[in-house]
């Protein structure tokens, strides 16, 4: 935790559900593999190395089509699928 936002490092395969955060960006640094984010009007592609922020409020899609690694930045408090809660909802855990 720095400054009440989590460094939150996740694997990702598949797709992840679509959902929005309505009070915060989210930002996205991929440390390994791929992932295209979704969102309404396009797809972003995002390769090892890129970091790519979603705009609070914007619907957005994760997907992996094989294992990527990928390290977030965003509130404490925030839930991993925003205001769309799924079985894809997970706790915080701290480490």
Known sequence: MVNDYDL??????????RH???DTDELFIVLSGSITMELDDRNVRLEAGDVYVVPRGRFHQPRADSEATVLLLEPSSTVNTGDTPSEMTAPRRLV
Do not use: Q, S
């Open 8 to 17: 939150r490092v996740f694997k990702a395969l598949g797709n992840f559900t």
């Open 20 to 22: 929005r955060h309505p």
